[in-house]
DNA sequence: TATTGTTATACTCTATAACTATA
DNA sequence: TATAGTTATAGAGTATAACAATA
């Protein structure tokens, strides 16, 4: 198997499993990894829109169906009446939590088998693939 | 960045370039991916349903446009008038090899900078985690 | 003028349930 | 009865374009 190919598959793998754990959790994917990105504090539309990779019209609807079920919630932002602030419910953060636990575990029952070294090796090795890439759109974006 | 971390992140990575190489072919991931999957042989539409995971009436919706776009066609089987097997037609099968290709050189490039038993390594790593995945879930459905 | 967010519209992808035709 | 595929319906996610309100 070329590294194509293995990288498309892990990439299914890891896909099937985020789905599977947002399922079991009673979340979309997409909702599942907008609470995830929330865990980390609060965030403004266009913020969210743009770290989706997304257009704002999209962040609407999805912001729209997540405040219907109760998990994040729009609120005011002092100093600009244009802007909206989107946190995390409580029960929102409880969903966030729970899922990010599990989706963490299910992934490392998938690397489990490896040894130490080579797990850790593995590890690196992605780190240092996702960092590059960061860099390089970050310096193409100016 | 844990591995569970590394695994997300690498994965949408992934994701973003098959779209990017997908969008630049005037196809949606999810046609690509028929496309390729295509690329092996023809197929049966229950078959190709339990490949991509999807109900049946998902790809009867999924060949409507592939066969309105002139990607795929639908063609009787010899021996069983239930049934209808996929094939590409020649512009299905030329975008195909050709989408292909190209995401194949920019995975490939992800991983140009590594060493080159780093990438080895990570390959072979790669491989034995799918491998091991795909005989669970087999025997998990005995 | 630029930015923040919404609305309207249309398309893709998906699930479920009911259906037809064939095995 | 079981299998292969379709139709109808509904909902999520997305893009584009036009809009309102505020900076």
Excluded at 9 to 25: D, F, K, M, N, P
Excluded at 42 to 54: E, K, Q, S, T, Y
Excluded at 73 to 87: E, K, M, N, Y
């Amino acid at each position: 198997m070329d590294v194509a190919t293995g990288l498309v598959q892990l990439t299914g793998l890891v896909q099937t499993i985020y789905a599977r754990v947002s399922e079991r959790h009673g979340l979309t994917p997409v909702q599942a990894k907008l609470l995830c990105v929330l865990l980390d504090g609060p965030r403004g539309m266009a913020d969210l829109a743009h770290c989706f990779g997304v257009e704002k019209a999209a962040l609407t609807g999805l912001m729209d169906r997540a405040e219907k079920r109760g998990l994040a919630q729009r609120s005011p932002v002092p100093g600009d009446r244009r802007a909206l602030q989107v946190t995390l419910t409580d029960e929102g953060h409880q969903a966030a939590t729970a899922f990010h636990a599990e989706v963490s575990a299910e992934l490392g029952h998938l690397i489990a088998p490896l040894a130490d070294d080579d797990r850790e090796h593995f590890r690196s090795t992605m780190a240092g693939i996702i960092a590059r890439c960061r860099t390089s759109s970050a310096s193409s974006r100016r």
